[in-house]
């Protein structure tokens, strides 16, 4: 489906894209990882068409995305949310200009109602009558629109646009379906539905799907496959099993001391955070037990209060970019 063979993207002097190699398959629904700035949305664009890469080469459904095709573009499907719109014009707030900036980007046309926004897609994409309406009595029921078709896009608020353009691609299932932040503004529930009707939608059609977020939860609700991106570079990618087995022996214990914080001396820790007097400690249960750690403490030290945490996925990204940090901000993080 997707073949990313050693590309690369500067902006002057960053590494928005440094030598990236991927391959994902037809029914893959894989989650892109990654901070502001660490080069998902980059990443994205250049899939798309929408930014030509340096160096290296893209292969999407067998073409060139740069190169015009209108019989592949109609079987790829793109939702940027407001943090895709934002990373695309180099803007990071999310104050006014954010707003302005997504308002006028994204599938629909602000200049005619959602309702004939919706009709218009299906004249495109020569969806039957029938098959249009079954589906959108679905996209109805799950994303809520059904009070607002008849107004004009432009009126819509972050929410409710957001809601507009994941139906405005969902109308004619396409075989590649890419979403880049596509929950902001969206509430608990409906994000429920969307999840559901995506899995759906991916074990009907085996339809592809990419992911980017910044809400771990969702990538693990989601997606198979998870791909970790930092300035520029791929540091993890591999399955949501995969990852658990690699990086799901860290486990983190929370304590709150009495008087004095202890010497950790020798102990085998992977890394811990002193806060006053609580001490965040992270460790692997494969070299050292909760059990030991706790005989050695309590024998030297008052414990007033104690959590021990088993990982969960988020915890575990976190694990991967500490150990991809420069040894400084290392230091900075344990106290050094």
């Given at each position: 489906?997707i073949?990313i ?8 002097d ?5 030598n990236?190699s991927m391959?994902?398959k037809?029914?893959e629904k ?8 660490a080069g998902?949305t980059?990443?994205i664009?250049?899939?798309c068409g ?12 067998g073409?060139?995305?740069l190169q ?6 109609r ?6 949310g407001?943090?895709?719109?934002l ?5 990071m707030?999310f ?10 980007s994204g599938n629909?046309?602000?200049?005619i109602?959602?309702?004939?926004n919706?009709?218009?897609?299906r004249l495109?994409?020569k ?8 589906r959108?009595?679905k996209?109805?029921?799950t994303?809520?629109?059904k ?6 896009v432009?009126e819509l608020s972050?929410g ?11 109308i004619y299932?396409p ?5 880049d932040e596509?929950?902001?503004?969206i ?6 539905k969307?999840r ?5 939608l ?7 799907i ?10 693990e609700k ?5 791909a ?5 570079k791929?540091?993890f990618?591999g399955g949501?099993d995969k ?5 799901g022996k860290?486990?983190s214990?929370?304590?709150e001391f ?6 950790l001396?020798?102990l085998p820790?992977?890394?811990y955070v002193?806060h ?5 400690i ?9 059990k030991e ?6 024998s030297k030290?008052?414990i007033?209060?104690l959590?021990?945490?088993?990982p969960?996925?988020?915890d575990?990204?976190?694990?991967i970019?500490y150990e991809?940090l420069d040894?400084?901000d290392k230091?900075l993080q344990?106290?050094?």
């Amino acid at each position: 489906m997707i073949v990313i063979n050693n590309v690369s993207k500067n902006f002057d002097d960053i590494n928005a894209a440094e030598n990236i190699s991927m391959h994902i398959k037809k029914g893959e629904k894989i989650g892109i990882v990654g901070a502001n700035g660490a080069g998902k949305t980059t990443l994205i664009r250049m899939i798309c068409g929408l930014l030509k890469q340096d160096d290296g080469d893209i292969r999407v459904i067998g073409h060139n995305p740069l190169q015009h095709n209108k019989n592949v573009g109609r079987k790829i499907g793109v939702v940027y949310g407001i943090g895709g719109i934002l990373a695309g014009k180099g803007k990071m707030s999310f104050g006014f200009d954010a707003i302005q900036a997504f308002a006028s980007s994204g599938n629909l046309r602000s200049d005619i109602t959602v309702s004939d926004n919706f009709k218009l897609i299906r004249l495109m994409y020569k969806i039957p009558k029938d098959v249009f309406k079954e589906r959108m009595d679905k996209l109805h029921e799950t994303l809520e629109i059904k009070n607002y078709l008849k107004s004009y896009v432009n009126e819509l608020s972050l929410g409710q646009k957001m809601r507009a353009e994941l139906a405005s691609v969902l109308i004619y299932e396409p075989e590649l379906l890419i979403l880049d932040e596509p929950f902001i503004g969206i509430d608990i529930e409906a994000k429920e539905k969307i999840r559901s009707y995506l899995e759906t939608l991916s074990d009907k059609n085996n339809t592809t799907i990419i992911l980017t977020t910044h809400n771990v939860e969702e990538i693990e609700k989601i997606c198979n496959r998870v791909a970790v991106i930092d300035k520029g570079k791929i540091i993890f990618n591999g399955g949501i099993d995969k990852i658990n087995l690699t990086y799901g022996k860290i486990n983190s214990m929370e304590i709150e001391f009495g008087e004095n914080i202890p010497d950790l001396q020798d102990l085998p820790f992977a890394r811990y955070v002193i806060h006053n007097k609580r001490m965040k400690i992270y460790y692997d249960n494969s070299r050292i037990t909760s059990k030991e750690i706790l005989q050695f403490l309590s024998s030297k030290y008052e414990i007033k209060d104690l959590l021990i945490k088993k990982p969960e996925i988020e915890d575990i990204i976190k694990q991967i970019y500490y150990e991809n940090l420069d040894y400084s901000d290392k230091l900075l993080q344990i106290g050094g």
